[in-house]
């Protein structure tokens, strides 16, 4: 199907939860129903800084407005679940590393630290 798309955004300083709202209207050109995508974006600290994970989700509305109205109660239930697939993701990576074990054959040359050959050491 092919939509025409319209951008809106509304700035709202009295909401500390979602302080600016992004929606696109996704108007199909056949004439059929149009779709309200609400945008927001999820900052996740990492190791290497905070990284910014955009989050779509589709609002039932019938007008730009309602789509407004409706937008906090529509993105939190959809942020938890991000949060708790990538909260399960790193879990699941680090107990990936934890449990790993390293040779010294492993080690790429260079990787620093002392390395130490069991096999050389006097008795």
């Known amino acids: 199907m092919i939509y025409k798309r319209e951008e809106y955004?509304?700035?709202?300083?009295?909401?500390?939860?979602?302080p600016i709202k992004r929606?696109?209207?996704?108007?199909?050109?056949?004439?059929s129903a149009k779709k309200f995508v609400g945008e927001v974006v999820l900052g996740l600290q990492t190791p290497v800084g905070v990284q910014?994970?955009?989050?779509?989700?589709?609002?039932?509305a019938a007008t730009v407005q309602e789509a407004f109205q409706k937008f906090g109660d529509t993105a939190q239930p959809r942020i938890d679940e991000a949060r708790k697939q990538i909260e399960d993701e790193i879990r699941k990576i680090r107990q990936e590393a934890s449990s790993r074990i390293i040779r010294p054959g492993d080690l790429p040359m260079g990787a620093g630290g002392n390395v130490v050959d069991f096999g050389k050491l006097k008795k």
Do not use: A, M, R, T
């Not at 955004?9 to 979602?18: C, G, S, T, V």
């Not at 929606?23 to 004439?31: A, K, W, Y």
């Open 52 to 60: 910014q994970i955009p989050i779509s989700f589709e609002i039932p």
């Open 23 to 31: 929606i696109d209207v996704l108007d199909p050109i056949d004439g």
């Open 9 to 18: 955004i509304e700035e709202n300083d009295q909401d500390q939860k979602f």
